[in-house]
């Protein structure tokens, strides 16, 4: 391959990626209009709720307790070299308010509810079941695009509260209980380091992002699959992975642009 | 059929379609036209654009060139929006079903009438199953698709299809896949929804047999081309090409071949 080539190659990449962006976005303005104007399909987002919130309690609860225990293991164990294991509360709480709780929920509903969520729709695609709505003239994008990608946006800072609740009774079970912390110490350091605007509600911020995220990218893959197994599993996967590091990088612009002070 | 059934006037026609699916032609200048009223049954071989063809009256798929005209509608110059009011007018029946597969037979039927907010809750419920009743489905209504046995679901997405009795209905490949018996019994459905209502079918098909029981006109799909005239017109035809499509048995000594109401399926 000639330098050339390369560079061909390299244009033309970059020309799809700009042109599924701009496909993407489109997209999201079509979600938005199907969510303003009527029928109110209220039945619908409820089963959504159910399916990527109510069915992904249980792993997030888990994970965010697994999550806490380790960060209070190894917050102690640090802390402690340096006779600051009072602060474990803040330590613990802070990082999973600002980060941990948001990242970490958002890759567990993205492996778990946002797979789920593209394999749906692309197999919907394979079986012609959004034609045959078409054809009932009813918009695919009001009755299954809409609901599944808002109610994404809805329940993520939901599950990312959990999370964080989960993962700091976590860390309070292992330095008080395990550890002999006083419970008194280990809560006043937590409460009196969260700042309401700066951590609680940037941490909302971010998840509500991040679920904007994820629920945009899983039906886009799913709706724009082609019609065969092979699209099925191709949506699935991209749907992973470039939420995943969507997630990551766009993690890096609201922390940056939100201000969280040190 | 036509020998029994006066000329109708056209109900869809094609005019000079052009559509290709990248470097792949799948109709070139094609121009056609099904009557209002009659069964229509499009053959044609293996990727010579039958299904295409139902996708484009729908305005599933757009041409890359040339009208389609629906009724009165070219729905090649339509918006989306617009294509769902001519879509109120179409029903389709797609080859595996379409049924969503989330919902229940009955909710899959229901779908349409509340999306319309057709009638209260016991009227949708009593016309749903008054449907289901007619393609001899009753007592399925709590089951899901993926619960049902090929023909069942076959009939089940016909009983969908005619839910809001549209004036075209679109049949695509209605007999892949089917035993002798579903067979023939999807075949009596579309006869008697043809004869009771008058809806104008337009069936895609690979099934000759089924041609000859059904079909009041066929158009046949050729490479570059399209040919068109009554089951035995196309069977006894001249040309080669056309001929050798026909080529199964003698369709010309075939009891199918038997003129009038008799070639319908006992409805």
């Given at each position: 391959m000639t330098v050339a080539d390369a560079l061909r190659e390299l244009g033309f990449r970059s020309l799809r990626v700009v042109a599924q962006l701009g496909q993407m976005l489109l997209f999201a303005l079509a979600i938005g209009r199907a969510t303003i104007l009527p029928p109110y399909r209220l039945r619908r987002y409820l089963e959504e709720i159910h399916n990527l919130g109510v069915l992904s309690l249980v792993i997030v609860c888990i994970s965010g307790l697994a999550v806490g225990m380790v960060l209070g293991l190894q917050g102690y164990n640090t802390l402690v070299r340096f006779g600051a294991e009072g602060s474990l509360g803040a330590v613990v709480g802070l990082s999973l308010i600002r980060e941990l709780g948001p990242v970490l929920t958002a890759l567990l509903v993205i492996g778990r509810a946002g797979s789920a969520t593209a394999a749906e729709i692309a197999s919907m695609v394979t079986t012609e079941q959004l034609d045959g709505l078409r054809m009932m003239s009813i918009d695919p994008m009001g009755i299954v695009v809409s609901p599944k990608a808002n109610s994404m946006v809805f329940v993520m800072p939901m599950l990312c509260a959990l999370f964080i609740l989960f993962g700091i009774t976590g860390a309070y079970f292992v330095g008080v209980t395990l550890m002999g912390l006083d419970p008194g110490i280990f809560l006043s350091s937590l409460s009196s380091s969260i700042r309401f605007r700066d951590d609680i509600v940037g941490s909302m911020l971010k998840a509500l992002i991040f679920g904007f995220l994820a629920g945009l990218i899983a039906t886009f893959r799913g709706y724009t699959s082609a019609p065969t197994a092979a699209g099925v599993s191709a949506a699935t996967t991209s749907t992973v992975v470039l939420s995943s590091v969507a997630v990551l990088i766009c993690d890096y612009f609201v922390t940056a642009l939100w201000g969280f002070d040190i | 059929m036509d020998s029994v059934r006066s000329p109708a006037p056209p109900h869809v026609q094609f005019e000079n379609v052009h559509m290709a699916f990248d470097d792949r032609?799948?109709?070139?200048s094609l121009s056609c036209s099904f009557a209002r009223g009659r069964i229509s049954v499009i053959l044609g071989g293996s990727g010579s654009g039958k299904s295409t063809l139902l996708r484009l009256i729908g305005g599933l798929v757009r041409p890359d060139a040339g009208r389609i005209l629906v009724g009165s509608s070219d729905?090649?110059?339509?918006s989306e929006a617009e294509l769902f009011d001519v879509r109120t007018g179409l029903g389709m029946l797609f080859q595996h079903g379409a049924l969503l597969d989330s919902l229940t037979v009955f909710d899959n039927l229901a779908l349409p009438l509340r999306e319309r907010a057709l009638g209260s809750e016991a009227e949708i419920a009593e016309r749903v199953r008054e449907q289901l009743s007619s393609v001899?489905?009753?007592?399925?209504?709590?089951?899901?698709?993926?619960?049902?046995?090929g023909g069942m679901l076959r009939r089940a997405a016909l009983a969908r299809a005619m839910i809001l009795r549209p004036e075209i209905l679109l049949c695509d490949e209605p007999f892949s896949g089917l035993d002798p018996i579903s067979l023939r019994r999807i075949e009596s459905l579309l006869a008697a929804i043809n004869q009771r209502s008058g809806t104008t079918l337009l069936v895609v098909s690979h099934h000759i047999a089924s041609t000859f029981r059904l079909a009041d006109q066929v158009v046949l799909l050729l490479p570059g081309r399209s040919v068109s005239g009554t089951p035995r017109d196309l069977a006894t035809s001249s040309d080669p090409e056309v001929a050798g499509f026909f080529d199964e048995g003698s369709p010309t000594q075939s009891p199918l071949l038997t003129d009038g109401a008799s070639r319908r399926m006992d409805t």
């Open positions: - | 032609v799948v109709h070139r729905v090649t110059q339509l001899g489905l009753d007592g399925v209504e709590t089951l899901l698709p993926g619960q049902l046995s």
